[in-house]
């Protein structure tokens, strides 16, 4: 089945503790992206890479890490959370076509972190 | 599900009417947009697409109006159903950034059967 999976779907740790977010897809796709999803605020790119070894920052990018060592995975880091990167977190990827490079984005199930 | 929709704007439409959701993009610039619909405990999911050198566009009971003048984006859902209760969002892609998308705050579909 086509999808984009994310580990883990749900996460509370402490201001400070590295944690990483996974997220794996098995289209082949080539773009990937990674959003924050908070109340009133909609969805904001934090990094997108249109491929393999190439990544850019989106719109929220600082606190945030991300690598793109192979097709199919896309974590994003954080190094020092802090409670105001209490979010949900979306991943997604993208054939990559097009002209916004984007298309149809598959969006994972979601990954809601809690940081005290 | 988790609830990412606080204070937004809500559309209230009966079952079986036409919805228009509308949408204000910021950047004059941008030459492709999106609209997605999100349910509740749910990752956003694809809707239909349009260029900016389109100002219409169809889909199975979907329409995007674009009007770049007044950088307006419209959706348009046909015969509304219970199922079509959601979130939409629309997105914007500033030319020449190609993978940067600009989200808006989304609106709220409920459909009374």
Redesign the interface.
């Known amino acids: 089945e086509a999808q984009v999976t994310q580990n883990p779907r749900y996460l509370i740790t402490v201001t400070g503790k590295k944690l990483t977010v996974t997220c794996s897809q098995n289209m082949n796709h080539e773009y990937m992206s990674w959003y924050r999803q908070d109340p009133g605020l909609g969805l904001r790119q934090i990094y997108y890479s249109m491929n393999v070894e190439v990544t850019d920052k989106g719109d929220v990018p600082e606190g945030y890490k991300v690598s793109r060592k192979e097709k199919r995975n896309f974590p994003l880091i954080l190094e020092s959370p802090s409670p105001n990167q209490t979010s949900l977190y979306f991943c997604a990827s993208s054939p990559g076509y097009g002209l916004a490079g984007v298309d149809t984005q598959y969006f994972g199930p979601g990954t809601r972190l809690t940081v005290l | 599900g ?7 704007p809500t559309l209230s439409v009966q079952e079986g009417d036409n919805s228009i959701i509308n949408c204000a993009y910021s950047n004059s610039a941008s ?2 947009f ?1 609209w997605y619909k999100q349910e509740s405990g ?5 809707i239909i ?1 349009i ?1 900016s050198n389109m100002d219409k566009r169809q889909g199975q009971r979907v329409t995007v109006l674009l009007n770049k003048t007044v950088k307006h984006l419209s959706l348009q859902i046909a015969a509304t159903q219970p199922g079509d209760s959601a979130v939409y ?1 629309c ?1 914007e ?1 500033l030319g020449g950034s ?9 609106t709220k579909l409920s459909v009374k059967p």
């Open positions: 988790e609830s990412v929709g606080l204070h937004l030459d492709y999106i749910k990752g956003p999911q694809f697409d260029r969002f997105a892609n190609q993978g940067n998308l600009i989200f808006g705050k989304g």
